[in-house]
């Protein structure tokens, strides 16, 4: 009792002599000292490190739990300690989960909801000092969790801190491209109630006024589970945020302040599109931004942040970058945020003030760099083109030199290019209309010297670049080639040509020829075809992993111009032998891309913006192959399976957005055609209608819009955002994914079609199938597993009788199926049937209804044993009992229809056949064998070779003798009751020489060779299972275990022995003395019968 009466004491006097944040911390570390405070520890919160004992981490988890105790204490001194050290943990925290947020776990489960509520005290006191720093350390946090707490593709980078490994980031600046690939976030968040986001409410603004305790639970999980949404609709952010500004213009950590609030604002924009709006038009958010960020009379500087910062520099580079890059980002989510007159005319006017100051440093560059994106973004929606004038007369004589390291020259040059778009559309309408400004059409007289000047200094830029992997030479190579073509291509589309500068067709084909001639040219082209031939994105292999990001991005910038450029020339209006020399590099490196088997998958490919930057250079250099190709229709044949195999990857990897791409590559009939064949264009009409469909032309056209980019007009859209604003919530079309030419075979819907175009369908996608599958095309094939391509193959015989019956279908069905079944070992053997089960399910109602990870572990365990094999022989881990039903439904259809078409169609019995293979699971082959019992004999199929009937039965026994054969496997009790039921209840006597018969034979056979020497089940089993079959069945039966053991034990031997018992009619029973058959034929298998028989 004395020592806590001294304890307190000792505390109360510590506490008595605090009077600024300095004596805290000096009484907090004396109080550490005593033992009477615990050490808040600053080491990042990553339990998963090794070195990482469990006693550090109980440290640091009850120092965060302390310090969130502490936000609720009245004292206010407790809760700016508390928000001091949590500022600390979190930001320190971002910096090191970069792939994905933390569990909840992580933090306390009410810590969302204290510092909100910390948020509105501090927001109520800010007047005194102390509560301008609780104010600042509660937006810093919040910001801090938020962006630890939302998925990794909307933590969007907005910071002054290098941002070359952020994607999104790079499409702008070194792709150069504007386009939002930012995920939508119902596609990333668990469904939420949608509320409406009030815009200038004050009133609303506080958060705890209306909470109670048994809400703060509902909303800390909310936010856990959707940081953005949570802090949207719940905990009214943008009035809270609104009422913050205030506060802000005399605080000293006004800096660090804003840029949390930019945060924050970022990730709700990126969020929802309608959040972008709400804080576009509030009266107080972004003109305060625009004055305190953009200016150049910027807020008061703290003594720290004065030192830090260099006295040239006219603007403050850490808030002016994210306050450009949020105003970017705003205007790309809506047009009619971009029209409004902040955006058009306010943000114009100071970033015009920015790019007149010479850019004294590397932040001050990456301002102007930002600074002409944003204008690039306002212009692509026709907008600002009263400013068209005057932003060129500032950038003439900066582009003057074209130097290599001069980054700005670089996107005045892409600017340039983009305004002439702006006066090609223009131009080429033929109408101008009343608000169209004298900027837009005079601009290409005004950069006709650019131009020129981009003209005549390539071959020095080409000079420069000798490293063909230095990413500023290639961009500025690819801004160069960007202004001529655009300019070159708007020059000839006006009407007054005689007004208009025009480059000659002989310059911009000197350039062209010299740029594909370079080195540069060709390590470009093994760059951007980086994920050439992947079927889909999912654990994608990063062939260029050692490469930088950055590089990365400009290469395919630089393809993709490249591309542009020629096209517009024409490839067969390039002088000399430019033509041919680009096409034979772009065939070599797609040949290289092909062959490549990288041996381990890494999810590398999964930025989504990254991901467009690599198809959009791939769909270039298709269209310019394509365009190749009709001029030089004698190399069509030749080439036709690599292309077919790049095309339909790249098809596979499309996604939202790229509907215009998807819609060019289908309009290119030579990619889709099948040798002396009439269906050649049925499966682009399919997919062409679908994205012309009622539901999906609204979207069609936005993608028209945003690649490749034009201006205002009737087709202009409403966003630079991947996915179009409508009302409708028809299903996307896009992504078709890595089995889209499979699911024509599995999902061919034709509403109002006829009999007819479903076979001329399912007859060109099974010709372009087979056609891949017999040509050299390793990376693309076999990137898709053969039982997955197998179970959609046999959905087209659950189609109508006449798909089936069609001769064309059922013969390169077979084909197909004999391709796709030919494994090479026991292991690959097993895999197939796996995949065929699992496909087969992830295809039915099942798995959209119960996705297979709720499945219980028993469930797998159960499985396990019913397909009587180990964790090592299941590829991919045991089946579910939803896996399972989903087989069990598809066998029970397919032998219904196999019942009904009278079992005459020989493609059709080969997937009958194929569910006897031992690795499905024993109930499948006994419901196959029961089923079909009335017409097994219709299981042999007529004019099989020998060498095929021999390979479909060795790969229907689970390998050899036991003992001998290493790979050989017990059969399953259930599999062996089937096939001796079905010999016994056979209505008449069977052929021996049906399928069926040899099937069932060697299987018995090899058990009772197996069970004669004790490795498997006992003799007394094999016994009961034969009781009442056939003698002259069981006397095969021993015939062929006879002979199996004196063979050597391999399954090849297993299926001679029982082709040579079997067919041969000499060793039947018949043909036996009168004493065998009387032996043999008499009664039941009785005791001395069978020891002697054995």
């Not at 006693?55 to 120092?63: A, I, P």
């Not at 910390?118 to 969790?145: E, K």
């Not at 306002?378 to 130097?403: C, D, F, H, N, W």
């Not at 040579?1060 to 060793?1067: A, G, R």
Request: aromatic letters at 6%.
């Amino acid at each position: 009792d004395q020592r806590d009466q001294y304890e307190k004491q000792f505390i109360s006097s510590l506490l008595s002599t605090v009077r600024t944040p300095e004596d805290m911390e000096r009484v907090y570390s004396e109080a550490v000292e005593k033992g009477l405070a615990p050490e808040l520890p600053s080491s990042s919160l990553d339990i998963e490190e090794p070195n990482v004992t469990c006693s550090e981490n109980r440290d640091r988890h009850r120092s965060i739990q302390i310090a969130t105790s502490l936000l609720r204490s009245t004292a206010h001194r407790q809760r700016l300690l508390g928000a001091r050290s949590l500022c600390e943990i979190l930001e320190e925290d971002v910096g090191t989960f970069t792939e994905s947020g933390p569990k909840r776990t992580a933090y306390p489960e009410l810590l969302p909801v204290a510092l909100r509520c910390l948020l509105d005290d501090a927001v109520a006191t800010y007047r005194t000092s102390s509560g301008r720093l609780l104010l600042t350390f509660a937006i810093r946090c919040i910001a801090a969790i938020t962006k630890l707490c939302v998925h990794p593709l909307h933590a969007a980078v907005m910071s002054i801190d290098d941002d070359s490994k952020d994607p999104f980031s790079l499409y702008q600046t070194h792709f150069m491209s504007d386009i939002s690939h930012y995920p939508p976030g119902g596609k990333l968040y668990p469904p939420t109630k949608i509320a409406p986001i009030e815009t200038n409410s004050l009133s609303n603004a506080c958060y705890r006024s209306d909470s109670s305790a048994a809400t703060a639970e509902s909303d800390s999980k909310a936010f856990y589970d959707d940081p953005a949404w949570t802090l949207l609709s719940r905990m009214r952010i943008i009035p809270c945020i609104a009422d913050v500004i205030p506060s802000l213009p005399n605080d000293p950590s006004t800096g660090i302040t804003i840029q949390s609030m930019l945060d924050i604002l970022a990730m709700l924009s990126v969020r929802l599109p309608g959040a972008a709006s709400a804080i576009a038009m509030h009266e107080r958010i972004l003109p305060f931004i625009l004055s305190h960020c953009l200016a150049p009379a910027g807020v008061k500087l703290s003594k720290e942040e004065s030192m830090s910062q260099n006295e040239e520099n006219l603007f403050r580079t850490d808030l002016a970058v994210p306050a450009i890059k949020l105003l970017s980002l705003l205007a790309r989510q809506s047009k009619d945020i971009a029209e409004l007159d902040l955006f058009q005319k306010e943000a114009i006017s100071d970033v015009l003030a920015i790019l007149c100051s010479d850019a004294m440093d590397r932040e001050e560059t990456r301002l102007q760099i930002w600074c002409l994106i944003y204008v690039r973004i306002i212009m692509r929606y026709g907008l600002a083109t009263s400013a068209i004038q005057a932003i060129i007369s500032i950038a003439t004589p900066k582009v003057a030199l074209l130097e290599r390291n001069d980054h700005v020259c670089v996107h005045y040059l892409q600017l340039f290019a983009v305004i002439c778009h702006q006066s090609n559309s223009i131009l080429s309408s033929g109408v101008i209309a009343e608000d169209v400004s004298d900027g837009a059409l005079m601009s290409l007289v005004w950069l006709a010297s650019s131009a020129r000047s981009c003209a005549s200094t390539m071959t020095r830029t080409m000079a420069q670049s000798k490293n063909s992997s230095d990413a500023e030479a290639t961009l500025l190579i690819t801004s160069q080639m960007n202004l001529l073509a655009s300019y070159f291509q708007a020059s000839k589309s006006s009407e007054e040509g005689d007004s208009v500068p025009v480059i000659s067709d002989e310059q911009c084909d000197n350039v062209v020829s010299e740029v594909i001639a370079s080195e540069v040219c060709t390590s470009m082209l093994s760059t951007a075809m980086t994920a050439a031939f992947l079927p889909s994105w999912d654990n994608a292999v990063d062939a260029h992993a050692d490469l930088p990001l950055p590089e990365e991005a400009a290469a395919c910038s630089f393809v993709t111009t490249l591309s542009t450029f020629v096209r517009v020339i024409g490839p067969e209006n390039l002088s000399g032998n430019a033509g041919n020399v680009l096409i034979d590099k772009i065939l070599e490196r797609m040949e290289r891309a092909n062959q490549s088997r990288p041996p381990v998958a890494r999810s590398n490919l999964s930025n989504p913006s990254r991901r467009s930057w690599l198809v959009e250079a791939e769909f270039s250099i298709l269209m310019v192959v394509c365009e190749w190709l009709h001029s030089n229709q004698e190399r069509v044949d030749g080439l036709r399976p690599h292309l077919a195999a790049f095309t339909y990857s790249l098809l596979g990897r499309l996604s939202i957005g790229h509907e215009a791409l998807a819609q060019a590559i289908f309009f290119q009939p030579e990619l889709f055609q099948l040798s002396n064949s009439q269906r050649s264009e049925n499966v682009q009409k399919i997919f062409t209608r679908e994205l012309n469909s009622e539901g999906q032309v609204q979207q069609l056209r936005h993608s028209m819009f945003i690649y490749p980019p034009c201006v205002s007009g009737p087709t202009a859209s409403t966003s630079l955002r991947c996915k179009a604003d409508t009302s409708g919530r028809s299903e996307d079309v896009l992504p078709l994914g890595k089995l889209w030419m499979w699911n024509t075979l599995s999902s061919t819907v034709t509403e109002h079609g006829s009999t007819r175009q479903i076979v001329d369908v399912i007859s060109h996608s099974l010709g372009l199938l087979t056609s891949l599958e017999c040509t050299n095309n390793p990376r693309y094939v076999e990137g898709i597993s053969k039982g997955t391509k197998l179970y959609h193959l046999a959905n087209i015989c659950l189609f109508p009788e006449s798909v089936i019956s069609d001769e064309f279908v059922g013969s390169t069905a077979q084909e197909l199926f004999q391709i796709l079944t030919t494994t090479p070992d026991l292991q690959d053997e097993i895999s197939l049937v796996v995949d065929f089960i699992r496909a087969c399910y992830d295809h039915s109602r099942l798995s959209r209804e119960t996705p297979r990870s709720s499945d219980s572990k028993e469930d797998g365990e159960s499985v396990k044993t019913l397909l009587g094999s180990s964790p090592s022989e299941t590829v991919g881990g045991p089946l579910s009992q939803k896996e399972l039903k989903a087989l069990e439904d598809f066998v029970d259809d397919m032998c219904g229809a196999y019942v009904e078409f009278g079992a005459q169609y020989d493609a059709f019995t080969l997937f009958v056949r194929f569910f006897l293979r031992p690795w499905f699971p024993p109930k499948v082959t006994a419901s196959v064998l029961s089923r079909l019992h009335p017409i097994l004999n219709l299981l042999t199929v007529d004019g099989e070779s020998r060498p095929d009937l021999m390979l479909s039965l060795r790969t229907s026994v689970r390998g050899g003798l036991p003992g001998v054969d290493p790979a050989a496997r017990r059969d399953p009790s259930g599999v062996l009751d089937a096939h001796a039921l079905s010999l016994r209840r056979r209505e008449k006597t069977p052929s021996r020489d049906d399928y069926h018969y040899l099937l069932s034979t060697a299987v018995l056979g090899r058990n009772l060779a197996s069970s004669s020497r004790r490795c498997e089940c006992g003799v007394g089993a094999m016994r009961s299972r034969l009781r009442d079959v056939p003698a002259g069945v069981v006397y095969d039966v021993f015939r062929v275990a006879e002979s199996f053991l004196q063979g050597d034990g391999s399954r090849g031997s297993l299926v001679e022995c029982a082709l040579s018992v079997c067919c041969d009619q000499t060793l039947a029973l018949e043909s036996q003395g009168r004493d065998v058959r009387d032996e043999w034929q008499r009664g039941a298998v009785e005791d001395a019968k069978w020891e002697r028989a054995m």
